[in-house]
């Protein structure tokens, strides 16, 4: 009877390293998931964070999109009362001159100040004493609550070199 | 941990994204834009527009597309041909790279870049509320290693870790997800604002190589406002002798409507130029409006469009690689989303071009998946398929398609319904799932079939048949059927419910939008069949139910009507079911009308089908029957 017996010693053994080994593998996993569980969530609080704050600010910004797509209006309207004393147009563009500042918007003033390119686009150079002043608007900027709404359109100066 | 952001630091203008919930966010500037002109004054340290804003009276000392001078020594050709043209100071500095000389200071381009690169720092910082300290920025393919370098540097300069540099075509492919498509061969067709570049990638196993790239580096968005310009001018000019482009605010306002004009025309057939008080004559004012066509604007730029193929055909002799062994084209750059370009570039490629990612963002948003590759945001083992393309239902009575999972939801997602037999003692219902938007079964994908029986023998529409899809991240679609009187179910499980290609889906959805109307007929003549069919049983089984409590006219009445509502359903039109419904329904109404004025019988209801009762969220609808 030379029969073989299995080795009890080894075999437990054995499979105790493929436990192991799973165990490993299934830690890191963990670990993985947690990670992108946590950041998944912190993504999401931001996000949370970032709808409120663009609710709260609709309607400013929707104002402001509205109104600086009206703007061109004015600026003909002030255009044409150059050539047109026409009472009524005068009435009418201070009325809507009227209704705008009651949204808090506010005409950036720029003319015979130092150039800010904060405040306004540099449209042409022409010669002038001074350095860097705003010598002439072509279009008027306007702010709306302390916000730069639209940027006023400028002539600067430069003294002749 | 910091995220890293993906920058595309462009020649015109630069962007930047991040990973945020799975998916690149692009994040908008201080100032609430997309993008933020490469412009910098590096002596009043000022970027971006405002930079922009003082060009003109500051043209020496504002420094724009730098990325054409970055790494390059100052004898290398193409330096020589900008400074032809660049307003600002170039002159050659440490090694002989190419540097910029403002006020007698001298900067390189990556000091310059460095400056574009801390807004966009700060910006980002000010998005994500934290410190931003990692960033994966974007080249050219053909950038040569020391333009790469000079690349990284600025990133330095500013104190980012460059944990990368990536090629602007990858970064648009990876913006699509083309590398979990196992698309092999790419084509990007990128045409900005000044420069236009065709590069051909293939994937080798999970990452792409540039085989050939090719271009114009001076043809962009800038020349087709150019051209529309010109033309504005000229026409008025003609018309009124005065050249407009001799008087700069009259300028700026054409160069503005002609670039509003060209944008306007992507998605209208005529654009309106209107530019009251453009200038003065003898002291009387002068107008400027007109109409500008789509086709008139494609006659304009068609030879600026066409100028672009020369380069692809040379690019693809490069890759050696024939235009039909192209898997995917990519459109970058704002001025492909002109209908004509897009129009072209599927003519010469023979495929419908990759565009549904905002082009102007595409870079950026592929240097943040890159960055989120990196940073271990993004599995590359999940297939890329964020929505289901198309609407998932099943076949309910009449042949219509019922939907459960509308197209575009997010997965993994789910959803259950009820639904119910369309006949007395149907023991089976006959669950055919399908993929389309038409509203008729046939006209839609059958995705599979399967039958849930053993329901227990009622009148029809009494049974309750849970109907449940499961939508995994993977796209497989388990449906299922359970009778909730047995709890018995079955269900199947249908792969590549997603994996139906592009080109399908677009023309799933334009047979959709084509057939709309007459579809919405059928299916409204189905539905009133389907309601008369149901008013029929309902009336043999009040009838039936009332018994003797029926007065004999009244019951009459309602017989004539059912056979006139049976003979309408053979050979009437749909109105005529409609209206033969309502009379057989006001008649049957008499029914229970009579029996509350004879006497009140407690526990005699009027017999209102179970079936017409819509509980909130709970719909009973007929199961097909299946015999």
Same mark, same amino acid.
């Given at each position: &009877?030379?029969?073989?017996?299995?080795?009890?010693?080894?075999?437990?053994?054995?499979? &105790?390293?493929?436990?192991?080994?799973?165990?490993?593998?299934?830690?890191?996993?963990?670990?993985?998931?947690?990670?992108?569980?946590?950041?998944?969530?912190?993504?999401?609080?931001?996000?949370?964070?970032? /709808?409120?704050?663009?609710?709260?600010?609709?309607?400013?910004?929707?104002?402001?999109?509205?109104?600086?797509?009206?703007?061109?209006?004015?600026?003909?309207?002030?255009?044409?009362?150059?050539?047109?004393?026409?009472?009524?147009?005068?009435?009418?563009?201070?009325?809507?001159?009227?209704?705008?500042?009651?949204?808090?918007?506010?005409?950036?003033?720029?003319?015979?100040?130092?150039?800010?390119?904060?405040?306004?686009?540099?449209?042409? &150079?022409?010669?002038?004493?001074?350095?860097?002043?705003?010598?002439?608007?072509?279009?008027?900027?306007?702010?709306?609550?302390?916000?730069?709404?639209?940027?006023?359109? /400028?002539? /600067?100066?430069?003294?002749?070199? | *941990?910091?995220?890293?952001?993906?920058?595309?630091?462009?020649?015109?203008?630069?962007?930047?994204?991040?990973?945020?919930?799975?998916?690149?966010?692009?994040?908008?500037?201080?100032?609430?834009?997309?993008?933020?002109?490469?412009?910098?004054?590096?002596?009043?340290?000022?970027?971006?527009?405002?930079?922009?804003?003082?060009?003109?009276?500051?043209?020496?000392?504002?420094?724009?597309?730098?990325?054409?001078?970055?790494?390059?020594?100052?004898?290398?050709?193409?330096?020589?041909?900008?400074?032809?043209?660049?307003?600002?100071? %170039?002159?050659?500095?440490?090694?002989?790279?190419?540097?910029? +000389?403002?006020?007698?200071?001298?900067?390189?381009?990556?000091?310059?870049?460095? *400056?574009?690169?801390?807004?966009?720092?700060?910006?980002?910082?000010?998005?994500?509320?934290?410190?931003?300290?990692?960033?994966?920025?974007?080249?050219?393919?053909?950038?040569?290693?020391?333009?790469?370098?000079?690349?990284?540097?600025?990133?330095? %300069?500013?104190?980012?870790?460059? !944990?990368?540099?990536?090629?602007?075509?990858?970064?648009?492919?990876?913006?699509?997800?083309?590398?979990?498509?196992?698309?092999?061969?790419?084509?990007?067709?990128?045409?900005?604002?000044?420069?236009?570049?065709?590069?051909?990638?293939?994937?080798?196993?999970?990452?792409?190589?540039?085989?050939?790239?090719?271009?114009?580096?001076?043809?962009?968005?800038?020349?087709?406002?150019?051209?529309?310009?010109?033309?504005?001018?000229?026409?008025?000019?003609?018309?009124?002798?005065?050249?407009?482009?001799?008087?700069?605010?009259?300028?700026?306002?054409?160069?503005?409507?002609?670039?509003?004009?060209?944008?306007?025309?992507?998605?209208?057939?005529?654009?309106?130029?209107?530019?009251?008080?453009?200038? !003065?004559?003898?002291?009387?004012?002068?107008?400027?409006?007109?109409?500008?066509?789509?086709?008139?604007?494609?006659?304009?730029?068609?030879?600026?469009?066409?100028?672009?193929?020369?380069?692809?055909?040379?690019?693809?002799?490069?890759?050696?690689?024939?235009?039909?062994?192209?898997?995917?084209?990519?459109?970058?750059?704002?001025?492909?989303? *002109?209908?004509?370009?897009?129009?072209?570039?599927?003519?010469?490629?023979?495929?419908?071009?990759?565009?549904?990612?905002?082009?102007?963002?595409?870079?950026?948003?592929?240097?943040?998946?890159?960055?989120?590759?990196?940073?271990?945001?993004?599995?590359?083992?999940?297939?890329?398929? +964020?929505?289901?393309?198309?609407?998932?239902?099943?076949?309910?009575?009449?042949?219509?398609?019922?939907?459960?999972?509308?197209?575009?939801?997010?997965?993994?997602?789910?959803?259950?319904?009820?639904?119910?037999?369309?006949? +007395?003692?149907?023991?089976?219902?006959?669950?055919? !799932?399908?993929?389309?938007?038409?509203?008729?079964?046939?006209?839609?994908?059958?995705?599979?079939?399967?039958?849930?029986?053993?329901?227990?023998?009622?009148?029809?529409?009494?049974?309750?048949?849970? !109907?449940?899809?499961?939508?995994?991240?993977?796209?497989?679609?388990?449906?299922?059927?359970?009778?909730?009187?047995?709890?018995?179910?079955?269900?199947?499980?249908?792969?590549?419910?997603?994996?139906?290609?592009?080109?399908?889906?677009?023309?799933?959805?334009?047979?959709?939008?084509?057939? $709309?109307?007459?579809?919405?007929?059928?299916?409204?003549?189905?539905?009133?069949?389907?309601?008369?069919?149901?008013?029929?049983?309902?009336?043999?089984?009040?009838?039936?139910?009332?018994?003797? $409590?029926?007065?004999?006219?009244?019951?009459?009445?309602?017989?004539?009507?059912?056979?006139?509502?049976?003979?309408?359903?053979?050979?009437?039109?749909?109105?005529?079911?409609?209206?033969?419904?309502?009379?057989?329904?006001?008649?049957?109404?008499?029914?229970?009308?009579?029996?509350?004025?004879?006497?009140?019988?407690?526990?005699?209801?009027?017999?209102?089908?179970?079936?017409?009762?819509?509980?909130?969220?709970?719909?009973?609808?007929?199961?097909?029957?299946?015999?």
């Amino acid at each position: &009877m030379d029969s073989l017996i299995k080795d009890k010693k080894k075999k437990p053994s054995v499979e &105790m390293y493929h436990w192991k080994a799973a165990l490993e593998k299934t830690k890191k996993e963990v670990e993985e998931y947690k990670n992108k569980y946590l950041r998944a969530l912190a993504d999401y609080q931001n996000l949370e964070k970032r /709808v409120v704050d663009q609710r709260d600010n609709q309607r400013n910004n929707i104002i402001q999109e509205l109104i600086v797509k009206l703007l061109p209006l004015l600026d003909h309207m002030e255009k044409a009362e150059i050539f047109s004393k026409d009472k009524g147009l005068i009435l009418a563009k201070n009325q809507f001159i009227k209704v705008i500042r009651g949204f808090g918007i506010k005409e950036i003033d720029v003319l015979g100040k130092e150039f800010n390119p904060q405040l306004a686009e540099a449209i042409d &150079m022409v010669k002038g004493e001074k350095d860097n002043l705003v010598t002439e608007v072509l279009r008027k900027g306007y702010l709306y609550e302390d916000r730069i709404l639209r940027v006023a359109q /400028v002539k /600067v100066s430069k003294k002749a070199n | *941990m910091s995220k890293i952001i993906g920058i595309d630091l462009g020649t015109t203008n630069s962007c930047v994204a991040v990973m945020e919930g799975g998916k690149p966010k692009i994040i908008y500037s201080q100032e609430g834009r997309n993008v933020i002109p490469s412009v910098v004054d590096p002596i009043k340290r000022i970027v971006g527009d405002v930079a922009k804003r003082q060009m003109v009276i500051n043209p020496k000392n504002t420094i724009f597309s730098i990325k054409r001078l970055m790494g390059r020594r100052f004898s290398d050709e193409s330096v020589k041909n900008d400074i032809k043209w660049l307003p600002y100071k %170039i002159k050659s500095g440490r090694d002989g790279m190419a540097v910029v +000389d403002v006020d007698g200071k001298t900067f390189t381009p990556q000091e310059i870049s460095a *400056m574009v690169l801390q807004k966009i720092k700060s910006d980002a910082e000010a998005y994500l509320g934290e410190k931003v300290e990692k960033a994966v920025i974007t080249v050219p393919a053909y950038f040569d290693d020391s333009q790469r370098q000079a690349t990284k540097q600025a990133g330095e %300069i500013t104190g980012l870790e460059v !944990v990368t540099i990536i090629n602007e075509p990858t970064a648009s492919a990876l913006a699509y997800g083309l590398d979990k498509q196992h698309a092999h061969t790419i084509a990007v067709y990128d045409l900005g604002g000044g420069t236009f570049d065709i590069t051909v990638l293939e994937l080798n196993k999970n990452f792409f190589v540039v085989k050939a790239t090719n271009g114009d580096t001076h043809l962009g968005g800038d020349d087709f406002d150019k051209v529309i310009l010109e033309y504005l001018a000229d026409l008025f000019k003609k018309e009124n002798g005065i050249d407009l482009r001799h008087d700069a605010q009259a300028l700026q306002r054409l160069r503005d409507a002609a670039e509003k004009a060209k944008i306007e025309l992507s998605s209208s057939m005529e654009a309106d130029i209107n530019l009251p008080f453009i200038t !003065v004559r003898d002291n009387q004012p002068l107008h400027l409006v007109t109409k500008l066509t789509r086709a008139k604007l494609e006659l304009l730029v068609g030879h600026l469009i066409k100028k672009t193929f020369d380069p692809v055909k040379a690019c693809l002799k490069d890759a050696k690689v024939d235009i039909s062994k192209i898997d995917e084209v990519v459109l970058v750059g704002g001025m492909t989303r *002109m209908p004509k370009v897009i129009e072209e570039v599927k003519k010469f490629f023979g495929k419908e071009p990759n565009r549904s990612v905002n082009p102007d963002e595409v870079v950026a948003a592929g240097a943040a998946v890159q960055a989120g590759i990196i940073s271990g945001d993004y599995n590359k083992d999940i297939l890329l398929i +964020d929505v289901t393309p198309l609407t998932l239902g099943v076949e309910t009575l009449g042949g219509v398609m019922t939907p459960l999972i509308p197209r575009n939801t997010a997965i993994p997602t789910g959803k259950t319904e009820i639904f119910s037999t369309a006949a +007395d003692s149907q023991t089976q219902v006959e669950i055919h !799932v399908l993929q389309g938007e038409r509203p008729m079964a046939r006209d839609n994908k059958s995705l599979g079939r399967f039958i849930l029986s053993g329901i227990p023998p009622a009148p029809r529409g009494v049974p309750q048949v849970e !109907v449940s899809f499961d939508l995994d991240t993977s796209g497989i679609l388990t449906a299922t059927a359970k009778d909730k009187a047995t709890g018995k179910a079955q269900s199947i499980k249908i792969t590549g419910s997603t994996g139906l290609t592009k080109e399908e889906i677009e023309n799933m959805k334009a047979e959709a939008e084509k057939h $709309k109307a007459d579809d919405k007929k059928e299916k409204e003549k189905i539905e009133a069949r389907n309601k008369a069919d149901n008013m029929i049983y309902v009336s043999e089984k009040s009838l039936k139910d009332a018994g003797a $409590k029926v007065p004999k006219d009244l019951k009459e009445e309602i017989e004539k009507k059912i056979k006139t509502l049976k003979e309408s359903l053979e050979k009437g039109t749909g109105e005529e079911i409609e209206e033969k419904t309502k009379d057989l329904s006001d008649s049957l109404q008499k029914i229970g009308q009579n029996m509350y004025q004879e006497q009140a019988q407690p526990g005699e209801k009027k017999e209102q089908t179970p079936k017409e009762e819509k509980k909130k969220g709970d719909k009973v609808e007929e199961g097909e029957v299946v015999n």
